[in-house]
C-alpha cells in the first residue's frame, strides 16, 4: 500500500464510507463547485459606491495604513513623490511591467523608476492592485511579471495603486472577480492580501511595526468621483485641534485635474485622518507603537496627532 | 515515533512554573493582552457569534467528506505544477522534507511557523541530514536561538521578557558591537531583521506551514504580520508547505469564513496583516517565486481520530484563544505541558496523538470554567473532551494511586449516606474553627499541592447537605 492509499483507506474506515458511495461524491462535487456564501458582515453590505470607499479607507487607515486619494492616475506620480519627501526617503522606486503603472507620467517627477523584481536593495516599491476588499481594508496582489511578489516584501516602503472601482465590498465579491479573471477553480500562482503594514507583537506582545515586510503600507486611491472635502475637513482638524503643520489639507483633491503641470515640489496629497477627533484608545495605541517603531529621524508621519 | 515529551511529568512541571518569578511576570501578558483584543474583535462585528456557527459547520462537513476532498485537492495542486507527499507518521514527513532538500543541494532552509514542523521535529531531522533549519518568525527565531519548544502556538516565547532575549541576542549575534543599545523592544527587532534579511536571501529552500488548504483550487493559505513566511516562500527556489490534512476547506468562501474567526479569535485584529494564497510554483513568464511547489500532508494518527468523539479536536484552527482565556496556561505557561500543543487544546490533542500514557493526565489540568469553549471559534466542546480522556485514563488503570485511592475511600462513604454526613460535618466545623481567623489556609495537612501555590478557602462550617435540608425545611 502506498502512504496515500493508506491515509485515505484509514480514513475511510474511520468514516465507515468506501469512497465510491455516489450521494457522497455528489454532495462534494456540488459544494465546490456552487462557491455558497456563508454569513457575510452587514458592515459590507448594501453600500453606495462613495460608502463602499469611506469604508475601504477606514478600515485600511485603522490598520496603520496611510491613504492619499487622487482623481486620476495622471495624479499619481505626484502623490507618491510627496510620500517619500514626506518620509525622508530617496526619489527612487521599483515596480513590475503593469500597464496602469507604465503608462503614468513618471517624468513630472524627479522619481528614480527601475523595473523588475526586488534583490532587497530598493527603499521603496509600488504596485497595481488587483482589487481591494472594503469589509477590512485590505488590498489583493497577485503574483507575475506584472507585479512581482518580491515588491510587496522586500522594499522598507510598499505604495499600492488601487482603483476605487475595483473595491469589492466582501472577501466573497473579491473572490467573484479572481474567477472572472483566471478561471473557476484556477488561481494565480499567489494572491497576496495585504492589510496594512508588516508587525510584530512577539516581545512582551508590544506592537512593534516593520518586523521583516515593509515598515509602511501607502495606498494612492484613484477615485474620479473623489469630492473636494477640504472645507469639512479643516473644521474637523480645526474641532480636534490638531492641524499638522506639514499636512497641506486636501490641496491634490482640491485642484483642478486638468491645471496646467505643476513643478515639483508637488503639493502634498495626503488625506489626512478625517477621525482625528472620535480616535479611540485603540488607535492611541496603535499610534504609541508607531511612534516607538519609527526613526527618531523620521518626520511624523501624516496619520500622527 | 517522534514524540519527545514531558508531559508525563505535568505536576513536576507546573510546580517549577509556578515558582520561577521571570516566567510568572511574562506570563501576565497573556491574561492583560489577548483577551480584551478578542473581545473588542468579537464585539465590533454583529456576526461573529453566526461567524463561528459557519465555521464549525463548515470543519464538520470537511471532515466528513475527508476522503474526497483530499483527492480533489491533490488534483488541483498537481494540475498547477505542484507535487503532493502523503506522510502517514512524522517519520515519513521528516523523511520527504530531508530528500527534497537533498536533491537540490540545500544547504540552509528559511522557515516560517509552523507547529506541524515542532510536532514532528523537523529542525533536528534537518540538521541530522545535513541542513541547517533557520526559523524567521521573530518569536520561533529567539526560541530557535534558546533551544526550547514555543510555550504558545501564536506567540511563541509569550514566556519570555525582554531582558532575557537581549541576553540571547548579545549571546548570539556576536560580529555586532557589544555596547550597543537593546533595551527598547525596537532595536530587538530591529537586529532580528537585520540578521534574518541575509538568511532568507541565502536560503535555498523556504518551508512554510499552511493554516488551510483550499481542495476547490489546490491552494494552500498561510497568515502572518510579519511577512515572514512570504519571504521564506519567495525567495528560495524551492518552496514546501507542511500541513496536515485536517487543514482542507471546500471552497475560497468556506476559506473566507474560517479566516473571518481566525485573527479575531487569535490576536484581536480584523485580520492578520498578511494573508497568503499559494498555489503551484512559478508560472512561465514570472520574474520572482519558487520554482519547485510541495505539499507534505501528514497524518500522524489524526485519521483515526475521525473515527471517535475526538473527531471535533479535528476542526481546531490553532487559534490560541482557548489558552489565552485558561486559568491553568495563565499559572503554569505552555512549558509545563510537556509536548507541542499547550493548553485546553493541547490537553485534548496530545493523547490522541502521543499516547493517553505519555500526555495522559493533561485533561486533568483543568478547573472546568469552561471559558475555552465559550471562545472556541469552532465551538469544540473541550471540557467534555478533557472528561473522555479523564474517563479513559481511570478505566485503563493510569490515574496516580492517590487519586485512586482517594476516590476509593470518599466511595466508602459516599455508599453510606448517614456516616457521609457525621463525618463531612465534623469535617467542615473543626476547618471553620481552625481557619476562622484568616478565612483561609496556606497549608493542609495531606493537600500540599493544592496550598502550595494556592490558598484553600476555610469552611464556613455547615455542609452543603446539613444547609440544603435546612433550606428545604424552611420553605
Ligand atoms: S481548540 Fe478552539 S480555541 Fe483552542 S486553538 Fe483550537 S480553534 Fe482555537
Given amino acids: 500500500m502506498t502512504p496515500r492509499e493508506q491515509i485515505l483507506s484509514t480514513i475511510r474506515r474511520s468514516l465507515g464510507a468506501t469512497g465510491a458511495e455516489a450521494p457522497r461524491r455528489t454532495i462534494v462535487a456540488d459544494r465546490l463547485k456552487g462557491h455558497g456564501r456563508g454569513v457575510i458582515p452587514a458592515r459590507a453590505q448594501g453600500r453606495s459606491p462613495e460608502g463602499l470607499i469611506a469604508l475601504f479607507v477606514e478600515m485600511a487607515e485603522a490598520s496603520a495604513a496611510t491613504v492619499a486619494t487622487v482623481r486620476s492616475a495622471d495624479e499619481a506620480p505626484a502623490a507618491i513623490a510627496e510620500f517619500l519627501r514626506a518620509h525622508n526617503l530617496p526619489a527612487a522606486l521599483r515596480r513590475g511591467d503593469d500597464a496602469r503603472l507604465v503608462g503614468l507620467p513618471w517624468e513630472r517627477t524627479t522619481i528614480d523608476v527601475s523595473t523588475g523584481r526586488s534583490f532587497g536593495d530598493d527603499a521603496a516599491g509600488v504596485s497595481a492592485a488587483f482589487g481591494a476588499v472594503a469589509e477590512t481594508g485590505t488590498l489583493a496582489l497577485v503574483s507575475g511579471p506584472d507585479n512581482p511578489t518580491t515588491l510587496n516584501f522586500l522594499p522598507d516602503n510598499h505604495i499600492v495603486l488601487v482603483d476605487a472601482a475595483d473595491i469589492a465590498a466582501t472577501y466573497e465579491d473579491l473572490w467573484g472577480e479572481v474567477r472572472g479573471a483566471y478561471g473557476a477553480g484556477t488561481m494565480p500562482r499567489t494572491v497576496n492580501w495585504i492589510t496594512g503594514p508588516s508587525r510584530s507583537a512577539d516581545i512582551e506582545q508590544i506592537l512593534l511595526m516593520g518586523a521583516h515586510g515593509p515598515r509602511r503600507l501607502h495606498i494612492v486611491l484613484v477615485d474620479p468621483n473623489a469630492v473636494a472635502e477640504t472645507t469639512e475637513m479643516d473644521a474637523t482638524l480645526a474641532a480636534a485641534g490638531s492641524t499638522p503643520a506639514e499636512t497641506r489639507v486636501g490641496s491634490t483633491l482640491a485642484g483642478d485635474p486638468k491645471a496646467p503641470e505643476r513643478d515639483a515640489p508637488t503639493p502634498p496629497a495626503g488625506k489626512p485622518d478625517r477621525r482625528e477627533a472620535d480616535r479611540g484608545h485603540e488607535e492611541d495605541e496603535l499610534d504609541e507603537a508607531l511612534d516607538e517603531s519609527f526613526p527618531a529621524s523620521d518626520p511624523p508621519s501624516q496619520t500622527q496627532p | ?475
Fill in chain 2, 1 to 475: 515515533m517522534n514524540a519527545h515529551s514531558t508531559s508525563p511529568a505535568f505536576k513536576e512541571n507546573a510546580h517549577r512554573a509556578l515558582h520561577d518569578p521571570a516566567l510568572q511576570r511574562a506570563l501576565g501578558n497573556v491574561e492583560t493582552g489577548f483577551i480584551g483584543r478578542r473581545k473588542s474583535a468579537a464585539d465590533k462585528l454583529p456576526e461573529f457569534e453566526a461567524l463561528r456557527d459557519s465555521a464549525r459547520d463548515i470543519k464538520n462537513h470537511t471532515l466528513a467528506h475527508l476522503d474526497l476532498y483530499l483527492e480533489a485537492y491533490e488534483a488541483k495542486v498537481t494540475a498547477a505544477g505542484g507535487h503532493v507527499h502523503f506522510a502517514p507518521t512524522a517519520d515519513d514527513a521528516t523523511a520527504i522534507v530531508a530528500d527534497i532538500c537533498r536533491r537540490v543541494g540545500a544547504k540552509t532552509v528559511a522557515k516560517g511557523k509552523s507547529m506541524i514542523s515542532e510536532e514532528i521535529e523537523l529542525n533536528a531531522a534537518l540538521e541530522a541530514a545535513g541542513v541547517q533549519p533557520v526559523e524567521t518568525d521573530l518569536g520561533e527565531y529567539i526560541i530557535q536561538l534558546r533551544g526550547e519548544r514555543p510555550s504558545h502556538i501564536v506567540a511563541p516565547v509569550i514566556h519570555l521578557n525582554r531582558d532575557q532575549i537581549e541576553a540571547d541576542f548579545r549571546r548570539v549575534h556576536t560580529k555586532l558591537p557589544p555596547e550597543r543599545d537593546l533595551s527598547a523592544p525596537e532595536s530587538l527587532l530591529a537586529e532580528a531583521r537585520g540578521a534574518l534579511r541575509e538568511k532568507f536571501l541565502a536560503a535555498d529552500v523556504g518551508i512554510t506551514g499552511a493554516n488551510f488548504l483550499v481542495a476547490e483550487t489546490g491552494t494552500s493559505i498561510i497568515v502572518t504580520n510579519e511577512g515572514n513566511g512570504d519571504l521564506s516562500q519567495t525567495l528560495p527556489k524551492v518552496h514546501i508547505v507542511l500541513a496536515s490534512i485536517e487543514k482542507l476547506v471546500p471552497t475560497l468562501e468556506d476559506a473566507s469564513q474560517m479566516l473571518r474567526v481566525l485573527a479575531r479569535s487569535a490576536t484581536g485584529q480584523e485580520i492578520t496583516v498578511y494573508t497568503t494564497f499559494s498555489t503551484g510554483p512559478r508560472r512561465p513568464a514570472d520574474v520572482d517565486g519558487p520554482e519547485e511547489y510541495h505539499v507534505v500532508l501528514l497524518d500522524n494518527g489524526r485519521s483515526a481520530m475521525l473515527a471517535g468523539e475526538f473527531r471535533e479536536m479535528l476542526r481546531c484552527i490553532r487559534c490560541a484563544a482557548c489558552m489565552n482565556h485558561c486559568p491553568v496556561y495563565h499559572a503554569v505557561g505552555g512549558h509545563a505541558y510537556g509536548w507541542v500543543y499547550p493548553g485546553p487544546m493541547g490537553a485534548v490533542l496530545s493523547p490522541s496523538l502521543i499516547g493517553v500514557d505519555k500526555a495522559g493526565h493533561l485533561p486533568n489540568a483543568s478547573t472546568f470554567c469552561g471559558r475555552c469553549e465559550s471562545v472556541c471559534p469552532v465551538r469544540i466542546p473541550l471540557p467534555k473532551l478533557m472528561r473522555h480522556w479523564r474517563e479513559r485514563e481511570f478505566e485503563r488503570n493510569l490515574s496516580p494511586a492517590p487519586v485512586r485511592s482517594g476516590l476509593a475511600v470518599w466511595g466508602f462513604f459516599a455508599r453510606r449516606p448517614r456516616l457521609y454526613r457525621f463525618a463531612t460535618r465534623a469535617a467542615m466545623g473543626a476547618l471553620s474553627l481552625l481557619g476562622r481567623r484568616k478565612g483561609r489556609f496556606g497549608a493542609l495537612p495531606l493537600a500540599g499541592g493544592w496550598t502550595d501555590t494556592r490558598d484553600f478557602a476555610a469552611p464556613e462550617g455547615s455542609t452543603f447537605q446539613a444547609r440544603w435540608s435546612a433550606e428545604r425545611r424552611a420553605r
